[in-house]
């Protein structure tokens, strides 16, 4: 683990054996993506009429322009419902192992389920939203194009299948990261270089790694020092992955999120307490590492996570 993260020899000279060496993994276009399915997800993720009142759809809470979420702590949803937890970016989410912050969905089409049956969120029963699809002029025809049945097309297996394929679709190649980790060593500069040797220095690259940089664990959230404990009231959200399982061990304990689209998608963690990326890193600090570190090491991480972002062409918001 050591020599993987510390010793990375002739840095960019030879792109396959850097990006090899390193924690970290550029992104890849998706394969074997259904185009027509992608289509219809794609569709039905910007339709207000997956929400019981007609005025949210998933996009409402996920704008895709602005880095795939909103800008608020806590989302709200239908007759000012105000949600329990910070909403993820929903770029890059086809990679990620598990789904919400607590893990309890396997996969991308379950999670559709937790939105818009969520009171507090669209409010909708499935059978509500498939009468509603069934009355539009060109659903029906739609989804029995896709899903090649002439009755029962539209169902909530299929909606969710779409939503779930469009997500897929939400990869944000071509970061300046990660052309760095391909070779170009002007990709970056060397703030950003800096930051990323820091990043994997101070222990950061062990949660947040792979080419998502994280969303492939769990850790407790407050591994040194009590966060929760200083912050007073502690809700149901905040017990974590233990409102799953029911295990003690897993009480605070999230999916580790993905850094990717990090410059874009404040305010941070599950409770949109952390205001900006360098309130996230001084947490991440005192409560996960038990360091310390200069202002000149925490500002060149958070320099090196602005690298980050990557490209799609529904993306429209830019780093500053």
Not at 7 to 28: H, I, Q, R, V
Not at 130 to 149: C, G, H, N, R, S
Not at 150 to 161: F, L, N, Q, T
Request: charged fraction near 25%; charge should be positive.
């Amino acid at each position: 683990m050591f020599f993987i993260l510390f010793f990375t020899p002739f840095l960019g000279l030879f792109s396959t054996t850097y990006a090899d060496n390193e924690p970290l993994k550029p992104l890849e276009v998706p394969k074997n993506l259904d185009t027509l399915k992608v289509k219809l997800g794609e569709r039905l993720f910007h339709d207000v009429r997956l929400s019981k009142d007609n005025t949210l759809a998933c996009a409402g809470c996920h704008n895709l322009a602005l880095g795939g979420a909103d800008d608020k702590a806590l989302s709200i949803g239908i007759n000012g419902g105000i949600g329990s937890v910070n909403s993820p970016t929903v770029y890059n989410s086809g990679l990620l192992f598990r789904q919400f912050w607590d893990g309890r969905a396997e996969t991308l089409a379950e999670q559709v389920d937790g939105p818009v049956q969520a009171e507090v969120e669209m409010g909708s029963l499935w059978p509500e939203v498939i009468i509603k699809l069934y009355k539009d002029a060109t659903y029906p025809a739609q989804f029995a194009m896709v899903y090649k049945e002439k009755k029962g097309a539209i169902s909530r297996a299929h909606i969710k299948d779409a939503i779930a394929e469009f997500e897929r679709s939400l990869v944000t190649i071509n970061s300046p990261f990660d052309r760095y980790l391909k070779g170009d060593q002007k990709a970056i500069d060397a703030q950003a270089k800096e930051g990323y040797r820091l990043f994997k220095h101070y222990g950061c690259a062990s949660c947040h790694q792979g080419a998502n940089v994280g969303g492939n664990m769990y850790q407790v959230f407050g591994v040194v020092g009590s966060y929760f404990k200083e912050q007073g009231k502690i809700t149901t959200a905040d017990k974590g992955r233990f409102n799953v399982t029911g295990n003690p061990q897993d009480m605070h304990r999230f999916k580790v999120p993905s850094l990717r689209m990090a410059a874009l998608t404040a305010p941070y963690l599950h409770n949109g307490k952390a205001k900006t990326l360098r309130d996230a890193v001084d947490i991440m600090f005192k409560y996960q590492l038990g360091r310390e570190a200069p202002d000149k090491d925490k500002e060149a991480i958070v320099h090196f996570i602005k690298t980050l972002v990557g490209e799609h062409p529904a993306l429209k918001k830019r780093v500053k």
